[in-house]
């Protein structure tokens, strides 16, 4: 397996707000079609965590760097998020287990 980065975001929002669940649909039908995007995990209780799975750094700026994904990142901000924190990660090993 050649390593691959893991972009783990971690959030807490302020309200419910359908605008918000629309945005975060269009961002990872957005996601699926940039360069480097190998896949996701999300769950969302009182704090939601979404990981981000990529093929490169340079794949990662530049998902950062997309416009409508910039839009996105402002409305959070401004809006929807109470708190939030991004960790990029390299991942080296994996494996799973499946019953």
């Known amino acids: 397996m050649k ?3 893991a972009v783990i975001f971690t959030s807490v929002k302020k309200v419910d707000d ?6 975060a649909r269009s961002m990872t039908n957005l996601a699926q079609l ?6 996701h ?4 209780e009182k704090i ?3 990981v981000s799975y990529w093929e490169s ?6 998902w950062k760097e997309q416009i409508d994904h910039q839009l996105a990142q402002q409305l959070g901000k401004e809006q929807w998020y109470e708190w939030y924190k991004v960790r990029i990660c390299k991942v080296e090993r994996e494996y799973e287990y499946k019953s």
């Open 41 to 44: 995990e999300s769950a969302r």
């Open 18 to 23: 359908p605008a918000y669940d629309h945005m």
């Open 34 to 39: 940039q360069s480097g995007y190998m896949g």
């Open 3 to 5: 390593p691959y980065y």
């Open 48 to 50: 939601g965590i979404t």
């Open 57 to 62: 750094l340079e794949a990662i700026s530049m």
